[in-house]
C-alpha cells in the first residue's frame, strides 16, 4: 500500500501535474492532516468540521470559476452543497460532545486554499485538484475510523467518507480516468 502524502513532494506526486501540484501541496497536506492529530471524539470531530469547511469554500470557489464548463460548475455546486451538509451533521455532533464549532475555517487552509488555487487555470487541472482534494479528505476520515470511540460518530465519517468517495469517482469521471480503479477507497494511494 501506498503511503499518503507526508511532504511536498509526496503530494506533487500524488496530484499530478508540476504547476499544480506545487501549488497545492501545502493545502493537500493540512487536508490530509485535519483529523490525524486529534487525541480524542472532540478533537477529531472538530478536524473534520474544518476539513468540511474548507471543502465547502474551495467547492463555492471553483463553482464561481470561469474555468468551468455549466456541467462542470453545476457538479461544483453540487458538492459543495453535500460539502455544507457533511459540516452541518458533523457540526451538531461536536456540539453534543460539549465542542465549540469553528465560526469559520481555518485561515491557514483559506489560505493555502487560495494560493493553491492562484496558478491553477482550466477545468482538466481545477477538477484534478478537487479530485486531489477529495482523495485527501478520504484519507482523513479513513484515519479517523481508527480513532473515534463513539458508534454514531464512527457511522456519520464512514457516510460522509463513502460520499467523498462518491466524489472523488465523478471527478475521475469527468477526467477521463476510470472512476472506481480499485475495489477499495482509503485515499492512500
Partial sequence: MIAAPTTRRDALRRVGGV?????????????????????GDEEILRGAVRLEQGLVVTYRTLAASDDLDTRAGALARHFGDQEQQHLDVLSKELQTLGGVVPSEPAADLVKAGREALTGVHGQAPLLAFAGALEQNAIAAYYEAQQALQRDEFLQTTAAIMANEGQHLAVLREALGRPPVPDAFETGQG
Avoid at 19 to 39: F, K, N
Fill in 19 to 39: 504547476a499544480l501540484a506545487a501549488s497545492a501541496a501545502p493545502l493537500l497536506v493540512a487536508v490530509r492532516d485535519a483529523c490525524a492529530a486529534a487525541g
